[in-house]
C-alpha cells in the first residue's frame, strides 16, 4: 500500500476495527485476536482492535530499522515540512479527533479540543526547533588536533503513551523522534487505539514513508509480553514512557535489563501552595480547576492544597464554593474510576473527613467532586495519585511546613505557589522539589515552549521543544591528529 492521501488505517464497519499499521499498511494480527473498546460514559462498545502478538511487535521494529536508514538521511528541512503539513491536516480534520477522543475516553468535547490544540503547539513549536540540532568544534589541547562533535539520531525508538491526554502526548514524542531523525515503534493504548491510529493516519497523509512511523496495539493481557518483546528488540535504542508510576516501574526494569534508556514521564501528587499574601479568591478556584478538570485525570492534577494557619479560616469557605460549582465531566474508564472511589472511601474509614462531596458515583462512570481534610500517612489518598476529581487540604502553620508537607511524597512533577509576592514565591519554588513550578496558576499549566518531566518517582528526561527532540540525539566525538600526517580535506 503506498501513502495515498486518502488511505485509513481503520476499517470503517459498525463498530470500526482497528488494525496494526506496519510499513505503510493496515495489516491483521499475527493471531487475529480482537478486543473491545469501551465507552465509559455511554457503556457501550465504540470499536474493536486487533491485539499484536511479540511476533507483530518484532517485525514492526525490524520495519523501523530498515525505514531508520533512510529517513535518518532526510534534511532537517524535509522533516519539519512534513510535520507542520501533518498539523495543517490536524486542523482540517479537527471534528474528527475531537469525536473519536470523545467516543473513547468519554472526555468532554471541550477537553477533546484543548487535547488537539495543545498538540498541534507542541508539533509546530517542535518543526521550528529542528534546526537547532547541530554539532561544536570543542577546543583541543595542541594547535595539531581537531575534533568535532556530531548530533546523530538515536536510532528507531519505542513510544508507549496514554489515553488520558490521547493526542497531545503522543504527538508530542512521535514529532520529536521524527524530527531527531529517528523511526518510531508506537504502541497505542488499548483504551483509544482508533484515536491513536487517526494520528498517523493524518502523519501518513502529510507524506511521512512508509516504515517510519509503525503502530500496534494490544490486549491488557498481552502488554508485558509484546513491550519486553520491543524493548529487548535490538533495533530499538530508546523508550519514551508516559503513564503510570507502577507501570513506569515495570519498563525501568525492562529498560535496565536489556540496557536500553528510557525517557519517562509518570505520575503526581502535585501540591498547591496557598501563601497568607495570596489573592485567595483566585488562588480557591484555580486550587479547584487544577484538582477536578478533566475528572481529575491528568498527572499534574492538584492533589494537594496546602494553606497556611494564618488565612485558612478565610480561604476554606472560598475554595468550598468553588468547589460544589464544578462539573469535573467523566471518567475514561470505569476501573479507573472505581479505584479513585476506593481510595476515598479508605481514607474515610480511616478518618480522613468529608470537606465538599464525598466518595459518592454521579454517573456510570463519574464521581463526585470531593475535598478531604485529615489524610495521613498509610491512606493511599496520602501518597497515591488518585487520577479522579478528588483533591486533599493540608494547613501549614507557616512556610516551611508548607513547604515539608509538599516534598513529602515519592512523586515530584508539578507545584504551584499563589502569592503576592515574587520574590518570596521564587524562594519557595527553589525548594520544591519537583520539576515545574508556576506561580499563581494552575499546577496543570504547561506550554510548547517550556522543558517539561519530573523528579523523583515522577521520572526523569524532559520533553517538548529543542528539549525533546535532545533526548533522541546522541553525540559523536571526531578526532584528527595531524601531526606527521598527510592530511587531506578534499572528496
Not at 485476536?33 to 470499536?47: C, G, P, Q, W
Request: charged share 20%; aromatic share 6%; with cysteine.
Amino acid at each position: 500500500m503506498t501513502n495515498d492521501p486518502g488511505v485509513s488505517l481503520i476499517k470503517e464497519t459498525i463498530p470500526p476495527i482497528v488494525l496494526l499499521w506496519i510499513n505503510g499498511e493496515a495489516v491483521k494480527s499475527s493471531s487475529e485476536v480482537t478486543f473491545e473498546v469501551h465507552s465509559a460514559k455511554r457503556d457501550e462498545i465504540v470499536s474493536v482492535a486487533q491485539s499484536a502478538t511479540p511476533s507483530d511487535a518484532a517485525h514492526a521494529a525490524d520495519v523501523s530499522l530498515e525505514a531508520f536508514a533512510l529517513w535518518r538521511q532526510t534534511s532537517a528541512n524535509h522533516r519539519r515540512e512534513i510535520i507542520l503539513k501533518a498539523a495543517d491536516i490536524f486542523e482540517s480534520r479537527r471534528s474528527e479527533l475531537v469525536a473519536a477522543q470523545v467516543e473513547e475516553t468519554s472526555c468532554e468535547a471541550a477537553w477533546a479540543g484543548f487535547n488537539l490544540s495543545y498538540g498541534l503547539d507542541n508539533m509546530r513549536e517542535i518543526a521550528s526547533q529542528v534546526t537547532s540540532v547541530f554539532g561544536e568544534i570543542p577546543s583541543a589541547a595542541s594547535s595539531s588536533n581537531l575534533a568535532m562533535v556530531l548530533k546523530e539520531p538515536v536510532g528507531p525508538s519505542l513510544l508507549i503513551s496514554p489515553w488520558n491526554a490521547a493526542v497531545v502526548l503522543s504527538l508530542r514524542g512521535i514529532c520529536c523522534m521524527l524530527a531527531a531523525g529517528c523511526t518510531c515503534v508506537f504502541k497505542a493504548s488499548e483504551q483509544c487505539p482508533r484515536t491513536h491510529h487517526l494520528l498517523a493516519e493524518v502523519l501518513t497523509q502529510a507524506g511521512l514513508p512508509s516504515g517510519v512511523l509503525n503502530v500496534i496495539q494490544c490486549r491488557r493481557e498481552d502488554a508485558s509480553a509484546v513491550t519486553e518483546e520491543l524493548i529487548s528488540h535490538d533495533a530499538i535504542k530508546k523508550v519514551e514512557f508516559i503513564g503510570s508510576a507502577a507501570v513506569g516501574k515495570i519498563i525501568g526494569q525492562f529498560g535496565g535489563k536489556y540496557l536500553k534508556p528510557v525517557l519517562m514521564e509518570l505520575g503526581g501528587k502535585c501540591p498547591a501552595l496557598v501563601l497568607d499574601d495570596a489573592n485567595l479568591k483566585d488562588a480557591a478556584e484555580k486550587c479547584v480547576r487544577g484538582a477536578f478538570m478533566h475528572h481529575g485525570q491528568i498527572c499534574f492534577s492538584t492533589e494537594r492544597i496546602i494553606v497556611l494557619k494564618s488565612v485558612a479560616d478565610e480561604f476554606i469557605p472560598l475554595l468550598k464554593k468553588a468547589a460544589t460549582a464544578f462539573a469535573p465531566g467523566s471518567g475514561g474508564s470505569r476501573a479507573v474510576v472505581d479505584k479513585a472511589h476506593a481510595s476515598l472511601v479508605e481514607a474515610q474509614s480511616m478518618g480522613a473527613e468529608v470537606l465538599v462531596g464525598g466518595p459518592r458515583y454521579a454517573g456510570p462512570a463519574e464521581l463526585v467532586p470531593t475535598i478531604m481534610t485529615g489524610v495521613t500517612k498509610g491512606m493511599k489518598l496520602f501518597d497515591q495519585e488518585t487520577f479522579g476529581p478528588s483533591t486533599s487540604l493540608y494547613i501549614a502553620e507557616n512556610e516551611d511546613e508548607a513547604i515539608a508537607i509538599a516534598n513529602d511524597t515519592p512523586y515530584g512533577l508539578n507545584a504551584s505557589i499563589h502569592t503576592t509576592n515574587m520574590w518570596r514565591a521564587l524562594n519557595v519554588a527553589k525548594r520544591l522539589e519537583v520539576g515545574q513550578v508556576h506561580i499563581n496558576s494552575l499546577t496543570t499549566y504547561n506550554e510548547a515552549t517550556f522543558p517539561i518531566g519530573g523528579t523523583k518517582g515522577s521520572g526523569w528526561g524532559r520533553n517538548n521543544s529543542r528539549f525533546g527532540i535532545d533526548e533522541f540525539i546522541q553525540k559523536k566525538t571526531i578526532s584528527f591528529n595531524m601531526v606527521g600526517t598527510k592530511i587531506s580535506f578534499g572528496g
